[in-house]
């Protein structure tokens, strides 16, 4: 298993708000709850897992932006493209918006089957359709 990733660990706003969408989502993925605590959750699909922690009140007065230094996005495999399309219609039920919905679901090139869409921190999420 050298060079998978072990685990990914993002510090969010609002845990309970965050919850709603990522738990949702990584269910769907094929992730189970790996772990919880007060401030925290983690989903596991082996071998790797993503976990939501909390952040500190002193650490919220900045809100995230993908297009600064850091993290831009996260890409998951779908199964299918009518996977890709269950979830954005899914996502459109929960009121969440789509990225580059004029060019949907092609935003990312005419070989490349996808939806992108805005966590609650903004942090954009990728669910990509196999080629």
């Given amino acids: 298993m050298n060079g998978v990733i072990h685990h990914i660990e993002l510090y969010v706003s609002d845990l309970e708000r965050s919850k709603v969408l990522w738990q949702w989502l990584l269910k769907d993925l094929g992730y189970q709850v790996y772990q919880q605590w007060s401030e925290g959750i983690s989903f596991r699909l082996p071998p790797s897992y993503i976990v939501f922690v909390q952040a500190e009140e002193r650490f919220l007065d900045v809100p995230f932006h993908r297009c ?45 089957y996808a939806v992108y869409f805005e966590d609650p921190e903004r942090i954009k999420v990728e669910l990509v359709a196999p080629s």
């Fill in 68 to 112: 600064r230094p850091g993290l831009n996005h996260l890409a998951f495999h779908a199964r299918s493209r009518e996977h890709v399309d269950q979830v954005t219609e899914q996502l459109r039920a929960s009121n969440i918006p789509i990225l580059y919905e004029n060019q949907h679901p092609y935003a990312g090139g005419e070989d490349h």
